[in-house]
């Protein structure tokens, strides 16, 4: 079942903007994680945040936490044609394998 | 980093006949595999996770008896779609994490592509 929603569903931007995404969710978890899906691939692994935590920085991703909220931000600066893809946040409450449950995503169109 | 290789990559086949889909871990041990289901434009819904050595836990509304899930080692799980009909096409993924300290990422196989005629 689904965790939580993102918001917005679309996002088109011009290269070079910055590209936001939200995302919510409804129970307690450990932690929360942003994932990358190209068309018709697999799931890739973008930045974890822990509920301890709440901001995280990779390169040009930042992520921010937000558990009273429940709610977290992924923030994409000086955006790549390149990073045209569907981005998917997921909420993880720890123990064996780290079942994760997936928000509904948002498809991300960068214009070069 | 962790790989996982899920093969075929895409499928066609004729309704009433089942497909089998593996999903392994290449580089790494995992006792745990998850399957995922996605259709156009939507997000994963989890169906089941997979356990080495043990039965599979499905999630509610997924049928176990049309969804066979065998994870006979510690490196490969395989999902099999018995006797597929056409509501049954879709994308299909599977997911897991090394058995160390800080698994909490998911390592993904690049999915299988479903078409039931």
């Known amino acids: 079942s689904q965790q939580g929603e993102e918001d917005p569903q679309a996002l088109s931007i011009q290269e070079g903007e910055n590209a936001t995404m939200n995302c919510s969710y409804k129970t307690s978890i450990n932690n929360l994680q942003w994932y990358r899906q190209n068309s018709g691939r697999g799931l890739v692994h973008l930045i974890l945040i822990r509920s301890n935590e709440r901001e995280k920085h990779s390169g040009r991703l930042r992520v921010t936490l937000d558990t009273s909220k429940k709610s977290s931000s992924l923030l994409i600066t000086a955006s790549r044609a390149a990073d045209t893809a569907s981005y998917f946040c997921?909420?993880?409450?720890?123990?064996?394998?780290?079942?994760?449950?997936f928000g509904g995503g948002t498809r991300l169109m960068v214009k070069p | 980093g962790a790989v996982v290789s899920q093969h075929p990559s895409r499928v066609i086949c004729k309704s009433g006949t089942s497909v089998k889909i593996e999903c392994r871990s290449l580089d790494f041990q995992a006792t745990t595999m998850f399957w995922y289901r996605q259709f156009p434009k939507q997000s994963l819904m989890l169906m089941a996770t997979?356990?080495?050595?043990?039965?599979?836990?499905?999630e509610q509304g997924v049928e176990k008896d049309k969804f066979l899930i065998n994870h006979a080692s510690l490196t490969l799980s395989t999902l099999t779609v018995t006797s597929a009909h056409p509501e049954d096409s879709s994308f299909y993924i599977c997911?897991?994490?090394?058995?160390?300290?800080?698994?909490?990422?998911?390592?993904f196989g690049s999915g299988t592509q479903l078409s039931v005629l």
């Open positions: 997921a909420t993880g409450v720890g123990g064996a394998g780290n079942m994760l449950t």
């Open positions: 997911s897991a994490s090394p058995q160390r300290q800080g698994r909490e990422k998911l390592f």
């Open positions: 997979s356990n080495e050595g043990s039965k599979a836990t499905y």
